[in-house]
């Protein structure tokens, strides 16, 4: 992979899309690095994913624009669904992804982000959806992720107006959950990450598949879709050393890697 690097932190995986003198933006050679990388998880080792860009401009400045230019409507078309495909299994990935946004998070950069399940950023944090100024529409999710994120008259001004917004304003509406000082910010991440790897992991991968399989369905599937989460919880190591030492005041042993049972 000469795009992305991957560094393991104890039980948290940092993945880093490393092209600087780009500002990380992404074409076909990114974007399948990208699905390398959490392809090569070992989920038995890992309980939570920070996912960052290199340097300190930029998270990712969006699509690469050189090597959209000159696509075909068949290629523009393929090219979305590559970038779609890898964002859906980043979104599904099994394991929370906390997106650290450094920088700029523009077109692709900020679909990337929003596949996430949490966003947190620094204070030069930039985000938008810029595509109708050069003539196309977002192509990797935003017009469907950003409306779900915020509300959707919001969604519909960024998206019509290609405007960019500022930290405070995506904390404001919702599109990140924190702001921290740039060089706080990777410590911050890995601070969040640990919190989720510290609890059982069949519970947190749980939530994380109730949560999103819920969210395409109507209320009374949903939580039948819980019910069900819920109810695998149980005769699992974590649930009855969770619960047993609960009830007796002792710190949990959760296992050292993760197990269906």
């Given at each position: 992979m000469g795009f992305v690097t991957v560094e393991q932190k104890d039980a948290v995986t940092v993945v880093t899309i490393d092209r600087p003198q780009a500002l990380n933006a992404l074409n076909p050679e990114v974007l399948a690095d990208l699905k390398a990388a959490f392809e090569g998880i070992d989920q038995n080792a890992t309980r939570c994913v920070v996912l960052t860009g290199a340097g300190e401009k930029s998270f990712v400045a969006g699509a690469d624009i050189g090597s959209m230019s000159t696509m075909t409507k068949a290629e523009g078309e393929a090219f979305g669904k590559l970038g779609n495909d890898i964002f859906l299994m980043i979104e599904n990935f099994p394991l929370p992804?906390?997106?650290a946004v450094n920088g700029f998070a523009l077109g692709g950069g900020n679909e990337l982000a929003m596949s996430c399940d949490i966003r947190i950023c620094s204070d030069n944090a930039m985000f938008g959806q810029p595509e109708v100024g050069l003539g196309i529409t977002p192509g990797f999710g935003g017009t469907q992720r950003l409306a779900r994120l915020v509300s959707?008259?919001?969604?519909?001004?960024?998206?019509?107006?290609?405007?960019?917004?500022?930290a405070n304003e995506a904390l404001r509406i919702g599109l990140v959950n924190a702001v921290y000082p740039q060089a706080e910010l990777m410590d911050a991440a890995l601070k969040l990450a640990s919190q989720v790897a510290k609890n059982a992991p069949i519970a947190v991968r749980g939530c994380k598949k109730a949560v999103n399989e819920g969210l395409q369905v109507s209320i009374d599937k949903a939580v039948a879709i819980e019910e069900k989460i819920f109810g695998d919880c149980f005769e699992t190591h974590d649930q009855v050393e969770g619960m047993t030492c609960f009830l007796s005041k002792e710190k949990p042993k959760p296992k050292a890697v993760f197990t269906n049972n």
């Open positions: 992804v906390i997106a959707v008259g919001m969604a519909k001004q960024l998206l019509y107006t290609a405007r960019n917004i500022d």
